[in-house]
């Protein structure tokens, strides 16, 4: 990277090779190895943000560039989007999460596009594929406005500055603080980039960029924008299913300094759903590599799988159901003996632990499959049953759509999945060694509980307790981990092997958590729910 612009406090260091950058290191605990790096748009250099720099900073190294002619940052002679690509990528990390509003998410937008594995992932605010209305994509500002705005600008830079903010403002909750907040904000712009840039502006066209687009995306719309109209949001999910959009209510086109809580957390949000996506491929090979050790390992899994059964009321008229995430088919007997007329097939994503409950049971009935993605037929189960699986499922509403989907009315679901409490004296020594990620994250009582209401599901009913497990060794901890196949499966995990050195210092970060009996304890908070179709 260039040099930068570090801010630390109040003082302010600059470098004379990079003046465009300023640099917020991280006052938290660093969650991600790559930068964020914000890019303002048009009318207004990086004092924009106003304070989402510092408050993005508590969990990520943060990056803010004013585009040429804002600021400190020198104009140029050519203004061309491709010519601005090349300038981000001079100045840009190797590697970086990219936030950019208005214009400064259409020019992200088409670097991401264009340099792909530059982009970790891309967060726009207030963006559009098209800055104005055009016949592929009408849900824009309207043409004849654009014009104006170049006239007025060519007229009076001041006055028009002043029109662009109180359209920025326009459509907000707080519009009148907002406005008062803008024309507190001196605006430092070399009018010729201001003429240039306007141009692009009305140029850019991304809807080849939106469909190209492959890193993880959010885009975020303010409801009452009036420069980039909510009904855009249909026109980026058409180019681009796999984008991810985010309808601020009461907010216009600068959501951010309105909202700023709503903005910070769904931004945290979304990186936090890119550092612990699960590869799905590799949770399936990790639980095959464990298959003939699992039953043997897996006693807190087992004993729980029990209780939820126990707990079923006998039906002797039940004809349908599914363990769902089978595993080694462990409890598929304990449930036919509960249910003896149905047929119970056990369901799970890896294929190799399906051959070995193949093996064990030969008059069981096993079906390949992955639980957000069924290959059963609507409303063809009366019963759900799932032990320790529905964890390893990413998004929760589309699980709690498809589980709805399976079951007959009446129907019911019944599981058990860890909570975020689990392991977290392992999450907390691990980041006492570093700030990658070692143990996945689970989601909470309330998040489960929500996706089953949003799904449909009536009687929801979700408890959780914890229960400690007691081990001689941190080893012997990991050790059966990897037995049961509770790999590190996350995108935030680096490729690297862990070492001897590494591993000494986890054993030593544990030590705080010993007990008097020599044993270190591993919680395991566990979360019940029960629901009705």
């Avoid at 992200?108 to 264009?114: I, K």
């Avoid at 500055?161 to 707080?174: I, P, V």
């Avoid at 995108?491 to 001897?500: D, E, H, S, V, Y």
């Avoid at 030593?508 to 919680?523: F, M």
């Amino acid at each position: 990277m260039n040099a930068l612009v570090s801010v630390t406090g109040s003082t302010t260091v600059s470098h004379v090779a990079a003046p465009a950058l300023t640099y917020y290191p991280c006052a938290g605990v660093r969650l991600y190895t790559q930068p964020l790096v914000l890019l303002h748009g048009w009318g207004m250099d990086s004092q924009i943000w106003q304070s989402l720099p510092q408050q993005l900073s508590q969990f990520a190294d943060v990056i803010t560039l004013d585009l040429p002619g804002f600021a400190e940052s020198p104009a140029l002679q050519d203004y061309s989007e491709s010519h601005l690509h090349q300038w981000m990528a001079e100045r840009l990390p190797e590697r970086c999460y990219l936030i950019g509003l208005s214009l400064g998410g259409m020019l992200s937008c088409g670097f991401a596009a264009r340099y792909p594995q530059r982009v970790a992932g891309l967060i726009t605010l207030s963006s559009n594929s098209c800055f104005v209305a055009t016949e592929a994509n009408p849900a824009a500002l309207d043409n004849q406005q654009y014009l104006s705005f170049i006239d007025a600008y060519r007229d009076d830079h001041d006055s028009c500055l002043k029109r662009f903010s109180g359209l920025q403002a326009q459509g907000d909750q707080q519009q009148r603080q907002l406005m008062r907040q803008l024309r507190g904000l001196q605006v430092s712009l070399d009018s010729h980039s201001g003429s240039q840039l306007l141009q692009l502006l009305g140029e850019i066209d991304n809807q080849h960029a939106l469909a190209q687009l492959r890193c993880p995306t959010l885009a975020i719309l303010g409801q009452g924008d009036a420069l980039v109209p909510i009904a855009s949001a249909d026109q980026i999910a058409d180019l681009n299913a796999k984008i991810e959009i985010a309808v601020i209510e009461g907010a216009g086109h600068l959501p951010h300094l309105t909202q700023p809580e709503t903005i910070v957390a769904r931004i945290k949000s979304f990186l936090e759903r890119q550092l612990y996506a699960l590869d799905k491929a590799k949770v399936a090979d990790s639980f095959g590599r464990a298959a003939h050790q699992y039953d043997r390992a897996a006693v807190l899994q087992h004993q729980v799988g029990g209780e939820l059964i126990a707990a079923l009321a006998p039906d002797s008229e039940l004809a349908t159901l599914i363990d769902l995430g089978c595993g080694t088919g462990y409890h598929c007997g304990q449930l036919q003996t509960q249910f003896p007329a149905a047929q119970v097939t056990g369901v799970d994503l890896s294929p190799a632990m399906l051959a070995y409950a193949a093996h064990q049971y030969p008059q069981g009935h096993w079906l390949c499959g992955d639980a957000e993605d069924l290959p059963l037929e609507d409303q063809s189960q009366q019963l759900i049953f799932s032990n320790f699986a529905l964890q390893w499922c990413a998004d929760l509403p589309r699980l709690g759509r498809e589980l709805l989907r399976v079951l007959k009315p009446g129907g019911q679901l019944c599981f058990a999945v860890p909570g975020p409490q689990t392991l977290s004296e392992l999450r907390v020594a691990w980041q006492q060694v570093d700030a990658q990620v070692h143990v996945n994250r689970f989601y909470s009582l309330e998040d489960w509980q929500s996706a089953l209401e949003q799904a449909g599901f009536s009687q929801v009913e979700c408890q959780t307790d914890n229960r400690v497990q007691r081990h001689s060794s941190v080893r012997e901890l990991l050790m059966e981990l990897k037995n049961v196949g509770a790999h590190n499966n996350n995108a935030g995990k680096q490729n690297t092997l862990t070492g001897k050195h590494h591993l000494q210092a986890l054993y030593a970060a544990y030590e705080q958590y010993r007990q008097a009996d020599g044993s270190i304890p591993a919680t395991w908070e566990i979360i019940r729910a029960r629901a009705i179709a």
